[in-house]
């Protein structure tokens, strides 16, 4: 009997040993994911994280930045404080916390005291983008140019989302030629960043003007610019009308360049992107077209069914008033009389200055005149739709631009 009851007693005590366990397994199973669930959500809904794991830090930081932050009023900023004091005394090296502290002083006019959490935050970590942004506003208010771009640039470097906040207003402050030859010391450093802004800057630019004077520093510098930046300024300038500032970059980038000729004649130039002032291929489904490599230059090689025109191959000139020959070669064209290809020369407005068709094999010639009108030109060779069975090919091996007489003459000729 007694051994009965010692048996029931220690039964008992088991039963609630094995239940106090479980109910300290259980607890901390909820602290730990209620933990993984509010930290997982502390960044889009930090108040539902906070409600979770009220004794994270990083989550209680959290909270105290929304707070203190764009999505805050004025009525916030008691709570966003308190927030963020008790998430520093959760976890000290909660950087949030001190931004939050920081922006409530801010906005309630305590600068001093804003500028120190600030200072300390950047003690904390460099990667934080709100303690850069603040850095880099402040900075500017004291029209410190090189504090200024100090900050741009760790930011950059740090946060993956600071170039959609801080390159639309970089590029606007290239207008400032402080500001540009600050950018040029540091883009000299090649960061990381640098030829995603340089891209940025050439095809998003209010002013491609002010790129172009920044590309033109930076290639005076050394400092590499990738091809596709460097077409799209060209481009975009040309676009707009601003055929100068095109061909001025244009010869940086292509040094033996002559306004007054035309680019590439036998084709042999190999360009990964070329612009509007070199060859290029017209993007035309139903012909096709090609730049083919030689021995001893290149070619352009076409090809179109029957009934098929159009534009085959394209080069935009900047031919100052004066008399121009458009002369080449042609061969393997493969369709002749009324149906055969034409070069035509055409001002940038569309009035046409001269049309010369291409034999089936051997030269071609024309002259044309270019008034001061004429401030732009686009030279193409056009094919004729054909009614012959196997429609039109050919090559053109050479096609060159070049003036004929002084300019200053027939100049006033054109006129």
Request: charged fraction near 20%.
């Given at each position: 009997?007694?051994?009965?009851?010692?048996?029931?007693?220690?039964?008992?005590?088991?039963?609630?040993?094995?239940?106090?366990?479980?109910?300290?397994?259980?607890?901390?199973?909820?602290?730990?994911?209620?933990?993984?669930?509010?930290?997982?959500?502390?960044?889009?809904?930090?108040?539902?994280?906070?409600?979770?794991?009220?004794?994270?830090?990083?989550?209680?930081?959290?909270?105290?930045?929304?707070?203190?932050?764009?999505?805050?009023?004025?009525?916030?900023?008691?709570?966003?404080?308190?927030?963020?004091?008790?998430?520093?005394?959760?976890?000290?090296?909660?950087?949030?916390?001190?931004?939050?502290?920081?922006?409530?002083?801010?906005?309630?006019?305590?600068?001093?005291?804003?500028?120190?959490?600030?200072?300390?935050?950047?003690?904390?970590?460099?990667?934080?983008?709100?303690?850069?942004?603040?850095?880099?506003?402040?900075?500017?208010?004291?029209?410190?140019?090189?504090?200024?771009?100090?900050?741009?640039?760790?930011?950059?470097?740090?946060?993956?989302?600071?170039?959609?906040?801080?390159?639309?207003?970089?590029?606007?402050?290239?207008?400032?030629?402080?500001?540009?030859?600050?950018?040029v010391r540091t883009l000299i450093g090649r960061p990381m960043w640098g030829p995603l802004f340089l891209e940025y800057a050439a095809s998003s630019s209010p002013n491609p003007h002010i790129?172009?004077?920044?590309?033109?520093?930076?290639?005076?510098?050394?400092?590499?610019?990738?091809?596709?930046?460097?077409?799209?300024?060209?481009?975009?300038?040309?676009?707009?009308?601003?055929?100068?500032?095109?061909?001025?970059?244009?010869?940086?980038?292509?040094?033996?360049?002559?306004?007054?000729?035309?680019?590439?004649?036998?084709?042999?130039?190999?360009?990964?992107?070329?612009?509007?002032?070199?060859?290029?291929?017209?993007?035309?489904?139903?012909?096709?077209?090609?730049?083919?490599?030689?021995?001893?230059?290149?070619?352009?090689?076409?090809?179109?069914?029957?009934?098929?025109?159009?534009?085959?191959?394209?080069?935009?000139?900047?031919?100052?008033?004066?008399?121009?020959?458009?002369?080449?070669?042609?061969?393997?064209?493969?369709?002749?009389?009324?149906?055969?290809?034409?070069?035509?020369?055409?001002?940038?407005?569309?009035?046409?200055?001269?049309?010369?068709?291409?034999?089936?094999?051997?030269?071609?010639?024309?002259?044309?005149?270019?008034?001061?009108?004429?401030?732009?030109?686009?030279?193409?060779?056009?094919?004729?739709?054909?009614?012959?069975?196997?429609?039109?090919?050919?090559?053109?091996?050479?096609?060159?631009?070049?003036?004929?007489?002084?300019?200053?003459?027939?100049?006033?000729?054109?006129?």
């Amino acid at each position: 009997m007694t051994r009965h009851r010692s048996r029931r007693r220690r039964s008992l005590a088991e039963w609630r040993a094995r239940g106090a366990i479980a109910i300290a397994i259980a607890m901390v199973g909820y602290v730990s994911v209620a933990a993984t669930i509010g930290y997982a959500d502390r960044a889009t809904a930090p108040d539902l994280a906070y409600r979770l794991a009220p004794w994270d830090g990083r989550i209680t930081a959290e909270l105290a930045s929304k707070l203190s932050g764009v999505e805050g009023n004025a009525a916030d900023l008691p709570r966003a404080q308190q927030l963020a004091r008790k998430a520093l005394r959760q976890d000290p090296t909660a950087i949030r916390a001190v931004v939050a502290l920081g922006l409530v002083d801010d906005q309630l006019g305590r600068g001093r005291a804003a500028a120190r959490l600030f200072d300390y935050a950047n003690v904390l970590s460099r990667r934080d983008l709100a303690t850069q942004l603040w850095e880099i506003e402040t900075a500017v208010a004291r029209g410190d140019v090189t504090g200024t771009l100090r900050h741009y640039d760790i930011a950059l470097r740090t946060s993956r989302h600071a170039s959609d906040l801080l390159f639309p207003v970089l590029v606007s402050a290239l207008a400032d030629p402080a500001i540009r030859t600050a950018l040029v010391r540091t883009l000299i450093g090649r960061p990381m960043w640098g030829p995603l802004f340089l891209e940025y800057a050439a095809s998003s630019s209010p002013n491609p003007h002010i790129t172009s004077l920044l590309f033109q520093e930076l290639h005076r510098k050394g400092v590499e610019i990738a091809p596709v930046a460097q077409t799209v300024l060209i481009d975009t300038l040309a676009s707009r009308g601003a055929f100068d500032d095109a061909w001025i970059y244009y010869q940086v980038v292509h040094p033996n360049s002559d306004r007054k000729r035309s680019r590439d004649p036998r084709f042999s130039a190999s360009l990964a992107m070329p612009t509007v002032f070199d060859w290029r291929i017209v993007n035309d489904s139903a012909i096709n077209s090609s730049v083919q490599r030689t021995g001893d230059g290149g070619l352009i090689d076409f090809a179109a069914p029957f009934g098929v025109g159009g534009a085959v191959v394209q080069q935009a000139q900047f031919l100052p008033p004066g008399r121009y020959r458009l002369s080449g070669s042609a061969t393997k064209l493969a369709s002749l009389g009324s149906d055969s290809p034409y070069w035509v020369v055409k001002c940038q407005e569309g009035q046409e200055l001269q049309r010369i068709d291409v034999p089936g094999t051997g030269d071609f010639a024309g002259i044309f005149d270019v008034s001061t009108q004429c401030k732009a030109q686009t030279l193409t060779l056009v094919l004729r739709p054909t009614d012959a069975p196997n429609g039109v090919s050919g090559q053109i091996t050479r096609s060159a631009v070049t003036p004929v007489a002084s300019n200053a003459a027939i100049g006033n000729q054109a006129r």
